[in-house]
């Protein structure tokens, strides 16, 4: 059997900014940080500021924060596809 290789937070916001990419276009910047109040966030942030400007999440922990992040962008997505 194949050993299952274990998903980085890079590997994540790779992803994320290759989702991004694809349906909204020009990507400035994908990313996550921890916040003394608020807790681990990651955030998209797009070059044209008009449609959607800037995409955030936040979780207990980096991982979490990404998966809520793509997550996010996926509901969107799928979204704008049915309209």
């Not at 050993?3 to 400035?28: A, M, P, W």
Request: hydrophobic share 35%.
């Amino acid at each position: 059997m194949a050993k299952h290789k274990e998903k980085t937070n890079s590997d994540r916001i790779l992803r994320i900014h290759q989702l991004c990419e694809e349906y909204f276009g020009n990507v400035r910047f994908v990313g996550v940080k921890y916040h003394t109040k608020i807790g681990w966030i990651a955030k998209v942030q797009f070059e044209d500021q008009d449609d959607i400007g800037n995409l955030t999440a936040d979780g207990d922990d980096a991982t979490d924060a990404l998966r809520k992040l793509k997550n996010r962008v996926k509901k969107i997505i799928k979204r704008y596809s049915m309209v």
